[in-house]
Nanobody, 123 residues
Framework: QVLLMESGGGLVQAGGSLRLFCAAS????????MGWYRQAPGKQRELVAA???????NYADSMKGRFTISRDNAKNTVTLQMNSLKPEDTAVYYC?????????????????WGKGTLVTVSS
């Protein structure tokens, strides 16, 4: 079992910044991709940013230049620095991790999600 715990959401004015943090714990051998997704009311969940274990990053077009994703492989954590926030960034932000686990007899690869953290940007 693997748990992803997010923190750092909250209320911020347009133009402000927030930093989201996610820590993975449990039966982890290694983590491949980690990422952040978001879901606004009435909309589908969408990719915000992702990062490979080697540090390669991928951003949604609307986040490029404003958001920065980073990770600490030794600590199994991923961080999303969000700057120049806009009201349209308001959403629940979810941490995601592609985890490889070993239980002593079996390898397993699974995609895990956190419960989400709410980011509200006021105009």
């Amino acid at each position: 079992q693997v748990l992803l715990m997010e923190s750092g959401g909250g209320l911020v004015q347009a133009g402000g910044s927030l930093r989201l943090f996610c820590a993975a714990s449990g039966s982890i051998f290694s983590i491949n991709d980690m990422g952040w997704y978001r879901q606004a009311p009435g909309k589908q969940r969408e990719l915000v940013a992702a990062i490979t274990s080697g540090g390669s990053t991928n951003y949604a077009d609307s986040m490029k230049g404003r958001f920065t994703i980073s990770r600490d492989n030794a600590k199994n954590t991923v961080t999303l620095q969000m700057n120049s926030l806009k009201p349209e960034d308001t959403a629940v932000y979810y941490c995601n991790a592609d985890v490889l686990s070993w239980d002593g007899s079996t390898w397993s690869g699974m995609d895990y999600w956190g419960k989400g953290t709410l980011v509200t940007v006021s105009s």
